[in-house]
């Protein structure tokens, strides 16, 4: 079945890393390096991270609940409001770029993205808390290109759960086998694929744009 949609994640895909930037704070607050993906993978269904996702809580509780998770895995110094601080990556504009060519070539593009809710707009992947006005304008911009969004914060559901992609794909009346997606994380990718999506594992800009050109090329 030929490929008609192409689905984005947005922080770690149109953005760079989130990740990079945890690791900058985590030096700057001494502690080990990878100490947020840590607390953020114990109980990752239920723990802060995931609560805030699905905007269960908000950005005060999540602060207490993220540092408190972190003290009880002994890391101490790392709040969660020095997390959300620092989650806005920098746009990568060859994505962006590639977005347009996209939408020139015919495809229908969408976003599924895990983010937080931040009283109005997009909430990123990230915060709009972590935002300027013109960095908030420029993510604006970027998510009017796609045909659909679909956020976590908004829809009470968060990658990797598999009915946020089955509900893109009833969105756009499309089948998995018609899709390709690109996320930052393998645990969002294998459900992805396990519907029958064509999954690209983002490590960087330059790989994410190789392996989805050998994927639209069959």
């Known amino acids: 079945m030929p490929i ?3 689905i984005f994640d947005f922080g770690g895909v149109i953005t ?8 900058r704070l985590e030096v ?15 109980n990752p269904d239920d723990n802060a991270w995931a609560r805030f996702e699905r905007a269960e809580i908000d950005a005060t509780a999540f602060d207490s609940a993220f540092t408190a998770e972190a003290e009880a895995l002994g890391i101490k110094g790392l709040s969660g409001a020095d997390v959300l601080a620092c989650l806005a990556g920098d746009v990568r504009p060859a994505m962006v770029t590639k977005l347009d060519d996209l939408k ?8 599924i993205t895990n ?12 915060s709009g808390m972590a935002m300027t006005q013109e960095q908030a ?9 796609f045909d659909h969004v679909i956020e976590s914060s908004k829809v009470g559901l968060r990658k990797p759960d598999p009915r946020i992609y089955e509900m893109m794909c009833e969105a756009l ?8 997606y690109l996320d930052d994380l393998g645990i969002n990718c294998k459900p992805a694929a ?25």
Do not use: H, W
């Open 4 to 6: 008609t949609t192409i």
């Open 16 to 23: 760079s890393s989130p990740f990079e930037a945890f690791n």
């Open 28 to 42: 700057e607050r001494g502690v080990s390096i990878n100490s947020v993906r840590r607390v953020n993978s114990t």
């Open 104 to 111: 020139a070539a015919g495809y229908t593009v969408a976003c």
């Open 115 to 126: 983010n937080v809710p931040t009283g109005k707009g997009f909430g990123l992947k990230g």
């Open 137 to 145: 304008n420029e993510v604006a911009a970027i998510m009017a290109r």
């Open 173 to 180: 009346d499309v089948t998995p086998e018609q899709c390709i």
């Open 194 to 218: 396990a519907l029958g999506m064509t999954a690209i594992k983002v490590t960087s800009g330059e790989q994410a744009l190789a392996d989805l050109e050998r994927a639209l090329a069959g």
